[in-house]
């Protein structure tokens, strides 16, 4: 289906070790770039004393907004193999992280790459998978005497309510899967009492 993505239910860890560098991932579930910044901030202060603290997100059910951070590894030999183990299992809403303690041996580039791929793998590896519903909102103001026709449809259809209000003129705000979002508004703009309807962000 095109309206359900791929994402992790809880954050989960993984390990590594290459000639005494030591490489900790830890996999989250994220929404914002702003959650993105703030836990990879906490790991920075967490592992204030290591070598470097690389990571990659992937965000949105288009899966259009990522980005991969090498932070001092030379370029693409961090970042871009953790962000490949996120695209390899087609997932999203997704942040790993992956801190490296510096061992004292070089290990080259393609040894940065095994390494940084190998821990961000072994993270996503024991995090739980889950299919999630891409859903668009709808927000209907509808008369009191409209709410017998209003709850049939919402019976019907079993959309997600996210907010309510029950008053003279009353309001509801509707989230469900983006197939049946058309289906939905055309019920509700059906009902003859419906005073308006606005799709939302």
Do not use: W
């Not at 980005?67 to 961090?78: F, H, I, K, L, M």
């Not at 703009?189 to 309807?197: L, N, P, Q, V």
Request: glycine residues 6%.
């Amino acid at each position: 289906m095109g309206d359900t993505f791929l994402t992790i239910k809880q954050a989960s860890e993984g390990f590594y070790s290459e000639k005494r560098s030591k490489f900790l991932a830890f996999a989250h579930h994220v929404e914002s770039v702003d959650e993105v910044k703030e836990i990879v901030g906490s790991y920075r202060k967490k592992f204030y004393d290591a070598r470097h603290v690389c990571y990659a997100y992937m965000l949105g059910a288009e899966r259009l907004l990522f980005r991969a951070n090498d932070d001092g590894e030379p370029s693409s030999t961090a970042g871009k193999p953790i962000l490949g183990q996120i695209n390899s299992r087609e997932l999203t809403d997704v942040l790993v992280v992956v801190v490296r303690y510096y061992g004292g041996v070089n290990l080259g580039t393609s040894g940065l790459i095994v390494a940084y791929r190998t821990a961000a793998s072994e993270a996503l590896d024991t995090a739980t998978v889950e299919t999630r519903l891409v859903e668009e909102r709808i927000t209907i103001a509808f008369s009191y005497a409209a709410m017998n026709d209003v709850m049939r449809v919402v019976k019907d259809l079993l959309p997600r309510v996210v907010a309510q209000q029950f008053d003279n003129t009353c309001s509801m705000t509707l989230s469900i899967r983006q197939s049946m979002a058309a289906e939905l508004s055309r019920r509700l703009t059906g009902i003859a009492s419906i005073a308006d309807e606005l799709p939302t962000d």
